[in-house]
């Protein structure tokens, strides 16, 4: 792995922020229209860390420049990518020391995808952050610091499976949410308590201009009528809290491949290129970006 600050330091040699991504293919960004995108899902076992990794590879795929961030414990992300944790390699210090965070940036395998890894020692920051005042708008002072940073087109944040601290700080810090769901019983009225965790965190103050990104039917298992059926049962108990189409059009569907990629330490596209959970993941990328265009469409609506 080589530090962000290495490669930078050659760019900034050369003169220019054309990024190198091969002998013949550069490309300009636009700082203005990073996205900085928060991946929840309320329910654990559904592909949120596997969809987190495989869109940031996809997207990197596409010649975008894009930045994970492994908010999690588990370190699930930092493992699927074949990557080693260890102390002071995530964002540990720079939430409670108030290092930059631009020194745990990594780069990875793909030439467009950076990382900050994870480690446990994010679990003391739950413990020591409620401890303080406004302790959710923490994590959205260190993204603010990568937010000027002009080398990303976005930012991806892998949070927890639980609505704690560092779930909450990462919906105040992002300006959209992309939540995995894998269709069961148990899903229904954690997605209405998610959409309404979203409103509160707009109506508190802690990020007025929070964004429902939409919602990904991930690991499905069944036929094309059960899906059209899931997903206008979604879409309708969204329209209380949101307008505009949150469902996506792209489904991942459920794949041995899922599972063995991550346990390789390697993405989906590097696993099985070619099979069906790759394209799935490239379609999905495609459409994030689509979306992105139009995301004005999509909002939460609040009740006075």
């Not at 790759?278 to 609506?301: H, M, Y």
Request: hydrophobic residues 45%.
């Amino acid at each position: 792995m080589i530090p962000l600050d290495g490669l930078l330091a050659h760019q900034q040699q050369v003169g220019s922020i054309a990024l190198l991504l091969s002998s013949s293919n550069t490309i300009t960004l636009n700082h203005s229209t990073m996205r900085i995108i928060a991946i929840f899902s309320p329910l654990g076992g559904v592909g949120k860390t596997t969809l987190a990794v495989n869109l940031a590879a996809s997207l990197s795929e596409l010649g975008k420049r894009v930045l994970l961030v492994d908010l999690d414990a588990q370190s699930s992300a930092t493992m699927a990518l074949g990557l080693a944790t260890e102390p002071g390699g995530s964002l540990y210090s720079a939430l409670e020391n108030g290092t930059s965070p631009r020194a745990v940036i990594r780069s990875t395998r793909l030439p467009s995808l950076f990382v900050i890894r994870s480690h446990i020692e994010l679990l003391e920051v739950d413990m020591r952050v409620t401890q303080r005042d406004h302790h959710q708008t923490r994590l959205r002072e260190v993204i603010a610091e990568l937010r000027a940073l002009p080398d990303f087109d976005c930012i991806l944040l892998d949070c927890p499976s639980s609505m704690g601290v560092m779930t909450s700080a990462a919906m105040a810090a992002a300006d959209e949410l992309l939540v995995p769901l894998k269709p069961g019983f148990f899903m229904w009225p954690l997605v209405s308590c998610l959409l309404a965790q979203i409103q509160h965190v707009i109506e508190s103050g802690g990020n007025p201009g929070l964004h429902m990104g939409g919602f990904v039917i991930n690991r499905f298992e069944g036929n094309a009528a059960q899906l059209s059926e899931v997903a206008r049962a979604l879409q309708a108990t969204a329209e209380p809290y949101v307008s505009g189409n949150v469902v996506y059009l792209t489904t991942i569907p459920d794949s041995v491949v899922l599972t063995e990629a991550p346990c390789s330490g390697q993405t989906v596209l590097e696993y099985d290129p070619t099979g069906v959970a790759a394209r799935a993941f490239q379609d999905l990328a495609q459409e994030f970006l689509d979306r992105g265009t139009n995301k004005p469409a999509v909002s939460i609506e609040i009740e006075k």
